[in-house]
Structures are given as C-alpha cells and as structure tokens.
C-alpha cells in the first residue's frame, strides 16, 4: 500500500511540475504507473490517485483564479444567481480534466511498461 502511494504521488509531482503544460496530467498517471507496473487495471487505478492526488494543489490555485476572473468581468460574475451553478459545472470539468486524463494516462503508462523498453521513471531524471 505504501509503495501505491509513493508511485501515484510521484505521478502527482509531476502532474504539478508540468502543470503549465497542457494534458500534464496524462504525463502524470503514465509516470505513476510505468513506475509501479501491474496491469491496466492497476494502471487506471493508479492514475486515478495520482490525478486526485494533484487535484488538491491544483483547487487551490485554481478558484481564486477563477473568482478574480469573475470579478474583472470574464465568465459570469460572483454576484450573478447563476454563479453557484457556474462553479459547480466548471467543478466538473476540472475533475474531469485532472482526474479522468490521469486515469488515462494510467492506462498508457500500463500499455507502456507491458509493451515497450521505455523508462518513464521520474527518479531516473533528477
């Protein structure tokens, strides 16, 4: 169990460190499970953690950021009856951004360590 989350928080740190790239998080579940191995399964599984792993560093960025671009205008403004239902379906869409592309990105780091030589292991690179 300690090892799972040592690899999906190492998918998580890079997910963080690619973070102004876009699709970093796909990068961030294939690096936690091409470290960890398993099958696809575990390789879903794995990304998933790493992305919910690097969703709450990511939330606390991201909705000051959000309520500061409401209030210069873009998007809809905090004080409008909508506003709630706003945050709710951009809520969505950044876990489905962060949570699902990592659990995607599982998957090919799985497809990665069963079929090719690469060595996706992010100790390797520091």
């Known amino acids: 169990m300690r ?7 190492w998918g998580a740190l890079v997910t963080l460190a690619l973070s102004i790239f ?3 998080s796909v990068v961030g579940g294939a690096v936690a499970a091409n470290r960890h191995g398993g099958g696809y399964l575990r390789g879903l ?3 998933t953690l790493a992305g919910v792993a690097a969703m709450a560093p990511l939330l606390v960025l991201f909705v000051p950021s959000l309520y500061i671009a409401g209030s210069l205008g873009f998007g809809i403004p905090p004080s409008s009856p909508g506003y709630g ?3 709710g379906l ?4 950044f ?11 599982g998957l090919g780091g799985a497809w990665a360590r069963a079929n090719t030589d690469w060595n996706l292991d992010p100790v390797r690179w520091l």
């Open 85 to 87: 239902l706003f945050l």
């Open 90 to 93: 951009v809520f969505v869409f």
């Open 22 to 24: 876009p699709f970093s």
């Open 45 to 47: 599984w794995l990304g």
């Open 3 to 9: 090892e799972t989350l040592v690899d999906a928080g």
């Open 95 to 105: 876990l489905a951004y962060t949570v699902g592309l990592s659990a995607f990105g």
